[in-house]
């Protein structure tokens, strides 16, 4: 793999960030997010993921140029893969978003753009890429909202994304606002942070007494969380041995 899509270790041991280099040809993308996928599986502690998306000088109007369709299935199963983890993700992204850049922008729990940001929605001679962004844009903004973007092939400005929801902080000073966020989000890693995000998503399409069940049940692991965490503080140890 290309040394500029090799993952490494935040300060502080908050977890791991991968400087995305988006002109690299789409199956080393893909190897590169499966690779980091297999590092944050191994660690058992909590971890945040940070997805550096620089400025590049690339024309995103051509993704995912001249690759076959089980390249682009690879490609949209490691974001799938990203998105299902139990790390907290967090995006930071610069200057001209699109292509694979976007993919991973949208796919993160927590999005950093730096002032100018634009993101570029996907195109393939001419016409919208019916990739997994479309469905991303439907289940972050609604299918109203969604349709004016992708109908009328508008980009977003950094202030457009930032009302959209689709940006969550702007910052002139990226690694400050990266280290703030991985030490926030960092306090919330772990699995139920996965089926928290699957309920969010699954909120949009499902009714409501097929997510009742899910939704019990998530809950009940909750409540056994509190209920093992009141047994083993302080004064319930200390008034245990005192009986």
């Avoid at 202030?159 to 306090?187: F, I, M, N, P, Y």
């Avoid at 996965?194 to 409540?223: I, K, M, N, T």
């Avoid at 969380?225 to 047994?231: E, I, N, P, Q």
Wanted: aromatic fraction near 4%; proline fraction near 4%; hydrophobic fraction near 45%.
């Amino acid at each position: 793999m290309n040394e500029t899509l090799a993952h490494e270790d935040l300060p502080d041991g908050l977890g791991l960030r991968l400087k995305v280099d988006v002109t690299r040809p789409l199956t080393d993308l893909t190897a590169a997010v499966n690779a980091l996928c297999d590092q944050v599986a191994e660690r058992r502690a909590t971890t945040v993921v940070v997805l550096e998306l620089a400025a590049t000088p690339v024309d995103f109007r051509e993704w995912p140029g001249d690759v076959g369709i089980q390249a682009v299935n690879r490609w949209e199963r490691a974001i799938r893969r990203l998105e299902k983890q139990a790390a907290v993700t967090v995006a930071v992204a610069r200057g001209t978003c699109g292509g694979p850049a976007l993919d991973l922008l949208l796919a993160a729990d927590f999005r950093i753009g730096a002032p100018g940001l634009q993101l570029i929605l996907p195109v393939n001679d001419g016409h919208f890429w019916p990739g997994m962004t479309l469905y991303r844009l439907v289940q972050h903004l609604g299918v109203a909202r969604a349709r004016r973007i992708v109908l009328w092939g508008a980009d977003l400005t950094l202030d457009k994304a930032a009302e959209l929801g689709l940006v969550d902080q702007v910052s002139e000073d990226l690694e400050e606002a990266l280290h703030t966020a991985a030490v926030l989000t960092g306090r919330i890693s772990d699995r139920e942070t996965a089926v928290r995000r699957q309920l969010l998503l699954e909120a949009v399409s499902s009714e409501y007494e097929d997510a009742l069940g899910v939704h019990l049940a998530a809950c009940d692991r909750e409540l056994r969380r509190l209920r093992r965490t009141r047994d083993a503080s302080p004064q319930n140890l200390v008034g245990q041995a005192a009986s």
